[in-house]
């Protein structure tokens, strides 16, 4: 089968794809617009998606939006509602919807971190099968490289990508690169009362954390972004300090973990 992706966070795109690889041919953008674009260019050369996967949040157009206007063009060409594309909404709240994949056009919403083996299980339930079938690799012989980090879940994230060290450490120079500064970000834009632009910072920042199993971040991200979605929202200063001291815990160890493992993986993402 075809399969597209999209999410603007480079991370997400590298496990859906881990995720996914082995189920179809995937085909990787950052955000909604650009997925748009490659539904409507799929059908026109008869090459159409089975399955696409939308982040909820994204720039230029959200996963709600891109969802609306893929059904609008379905609905335009004809498609009836049992015949149209299966469309994940990968979504962090806790807002999960199930049901008939073929109510609405085939819609059901996934929670972020996305849980490898519930995908697949809810790929089946949707008659998807693999195209060749994969087991866990086993414990690398290199996991004594990965030392104890405070903050961070090995065994949980290395569950999210199957074992795959490499894969574990390239999530976590991603992060680095990406999210280090987060914290001090999150701050000074609440400090300049711009409450928007921090609960989106929250968001992503809660579901990169929750990728590479770092609990305790995810969590202090996940609270003080529920803490701002008060209409009169005051975030208090222990949810602020807590954002700070978990970033602060678990910098040291991921740069630790990246300097003993210097090689990424070369998905296209």
Not at 11 to 28: A, P, V
Not at 69 to 79: D, N, S, Y
Not at 133 to 143: A, K, M
Not at 205 to 225: D, F, M, T, V
Request: proline fraction near 7%; charged fraction near 30%; include cysteine.
């Amino acid at each position: 089968m075809r399969i597209l992706i999209a999410d603007d966070e480079r991370n997400n795109r590298l496990l859906m794809h881990q995720y996914l690889s082995d189920w179809g041919l995937c085909d990787l953008v950052v955000d909604g617009a650009e997925a748009l674009e490659a539904f409507e260019m799929a059908a026109i050369e008869a090459e159409p998606y089975d399955l696409i996967c939308l982040d909820r949040h994204m720039p230029a157009l959200n996963g709600d939006d891109a969802l609306s206007a893929i059904r609008e063009l379905e609905m335009g060409w004809g498609i009836p509602p049992r015949e149209r594309v299966v469309v994940l909404l990968i979504s962090g709240e806790e807002r999960a919807l199930r049901g008939d994949p073929h109510q609405e056009g085939g819609t059901e919403m996934i929670l972020k971190p996305v849980n490898g083996e519930k995908l697949h299980s809810r790929l089946r339930a949707w008659g998807f099968h693999p195209l060749r079938e994969t087991t866990p690799e086993p414990s690398p012989p290199d996991l004594p490289l990965l030392p104890r980090v405070a903050g961070l879940d090995l065994a949980d994230g290395l569950e999210r990508v199957v074992n795959n060290t490499r894969l574990y450490t390239e999530l976590i120079a991603n992060f680095l690169d990406e999210h280090a500064g987060d914290s001090d970000t999150i701050l000074a834009t609440l400090d300049a009362q711009r409450i928007d632009d921090a609960r989106r910072l929250l968001h992503r920042l809660k579901g990169a954390s929750g990728n590479i199993g770092a609990k305790r971040l995810h969590q202090a991200a996940k609270s003080l972004e529920e803490a701002l979605r008060d209409p009169h929202p005051v975030p208090s200063d222990p949810l602020k300090a807590e954002l700070m001291a978990a970033m602060e815990e678990l910098l040291p160890g991921l740069r630790t973990i990246r300097m003993h493992n210097p090689e990424t993986t070369s998905l296209p993402c």
